[in-house]
């Protein structure tokens, strides 16, 4: 079974950086606790003092948990009374989002 991946890329000016970053640590420690996580990241390149961009990497064991593990998050964002498209809105956060399955790891190349 191939494993999948959900990167995030996030365009965060300045002002909203610790707001946003404080729902992506809550967010990614309740990824981490779901059946099927292998690994995540949150990755930032600074582009001056105006603006970051944040990355969210997330792998999976399999593409097949992705419904349920969607609507865990979507539950666990509603119970907290947190909005994500809201925050993004408000903060002017734009997001690309892409899904990858695996080709081969580098660590397996002769």
């Known amino acids: 079974m191939e494993h999948y991946f959900r990167i ?9 950086r610790d707001e946003f ?14 059946e099927g996580y292998v690994r995540g990241y949150v990755l930032e390149q600074r ?10 990497f997330a792998e999976w064991e399999s593409a097949d948990l ?11 964002h509603r119970e907290q009374g947190y909005d994500p498209n809201e925050m993004l809105a408000r903060l002017g956060i734009t997001v690309e989002r892409a899904s990858y399955t695996s080709i081969e ?5 002769v």
């Open 47 to 56: 582009s001056g003092a105006e603006a970051s961009t944040i990355l969210t």
């Open 8 to 16: 995030d890329r996030f365009s965060v000016p300045a002002q909203g």
């Open 66 to 76: 992705v419904p349920r593990v969607a609507q865990a998050v979507a539950d666990f």
């Open 21 to 34: 970053l404080g729902r992506v640590h809550g967010t990614q420690s309740f990824l981490r606790a779901q």
């Open 105 to 109: 790891r580098s660590d397996e190349l």
